[in-house]
């Protein structure tokens, strides 16, 4: 069994910033892409940002230049600092990894998900 816990959210004025945390737990060999999608009230959910194993990051051009995702192998943890917020940006933020885990198993996994507002 693999779970993800998420940190991080709450209420930031624009233009502030956030980072969210999102760690894996339980039997895992290694993990492939970690990701991080929101979806807003009413709106389909969006992927923000994803990062590979070998270290490459991808991004909508609605996030690029203002978040960045970063991931921490030896924790299972993977990142995103968001920076000049906008209210835009309010949404129910979820990571997502795909693990490895004993007998060669490949697992999609989902966290609960964090809720970021941005508002005045």
């Known amino acids: 069994q693999v779970q993800l816990a998420e940190s991080g959210g709450g209420l930031v004025q624009p233009g502030g910033s956030l980072r969210l945390s999102c760690a894996a737990s339980?039997?895992?060999?290694?993990?492939?892409?970690m990701r991080w999608y929101r979806q807003a009230p009413g709106k389909q959910r969006e992927l923000v940002a994803t990062?590979?194993?070998?270290?490459?990051?991808f991004y909508p051009d609605s996030v690029k230049g203002r978040f960045t995702i970063s991931r921490d192998n030896a924790k299972n943890t993977v990142y995103l600092q968001m920076n000049s917020l906008k209210p835009e940006d309010t949404a129910v933020y979820s990571c997502?990894?795909?693990?490895?885990?004993?007998?060669?198993?490949?697992?999609?996994?989902w966290g609960q998900g964090t809720l970021v507002t941005v508002s005045s």
């Open positions: 339980g039997s895992i060999s290694s993990i492939d892409f």
């Open positions: 990062a590979t194993s070998g270290g490459s990051t």
């Open positions: 997502n990894v795909n693990v490895v885990v004993p007998a060669n198993r490949r697992l999609e996994v």
